[in-house]
């Protein structure tokens, strides 16, 4: 998958020792965002899927176009306060603190079946919120998707504990 080469690495951001995997670089080329975006479409095309929520922001980015590719329907995961009709939210641990995302209370039905976005997982805090918050309103996961996994980091080790399938379309172990 030639993707990993069109994700830039950023040394010590946002502090010392981070390696912050930028996929800006990704989605400037359009060949790697089409690639990224078809390979997507070609793994959950068949699939039983009724909508795709997609974690802000860059969630966004890639859910958007794979739900308008495989006909489904969009659910924004916004952080609090960002959608101005009724929502339903779930709190989550950060390193030093809690937060919150939130959707809709119309967007997801009770049996739905739902891929949820993302463009990388690392602790899977926020996924694992999301989750969360899409069995709250009765949807089902059908599985959490990724541009990337950062293995070492044990985020995808965290929502299969959960009982979810994890995918990402690639990795970056170590470095």
Request: glycine fraction near 12%.
């Amino acid at each position: 998958m030639p993707i990993k080469s069109r994700i830039r690495t950023v040394p010590h951001y946002p502090k010392q020792g981070i390696m912050f995997r930028d996929i800006t670089t990704l989605l400037k080329d359009p060949v790697g965002f089409r690639i990224t975006i078809h390979e997507l479409a070609n793994r959950y095309t068949g699939m039983k899927i009724d909508k795709i929520a997609g974690i802000e922001s860059r969630g966004f980015i890639l859910g958007a176009p794979l739900a308008y590719l495989l006909g489904v329907g969009f659910v924004p995961i916004r952080k609090k306060g960002k959608l101005p009709a009724e929502t339903i939210g779930h709190d989550y641990e950060l390193e030093y603190g809690t937060d919150r995302i939130e959707m809709h209370t119309d967007a997801v039905s009770k049996g739905d079946k739902v891929l949820l976005v993302d463009d990388l997982i690392a602790t899977g805090g926020t996924a694992e919120a999301a989750v969360k918050l899409i069995e709250k309103m009765g949807g089902e996961i059908v599985e959490c998707c990724f541009a990337i996994d950062l293995p070492d980091i044990g985020g995808r080790a965290r929502l299969e504990k959960l009982g979810q399938k994890v995918f990402a379309l690639c990795e970056f172990e170590g470095d």
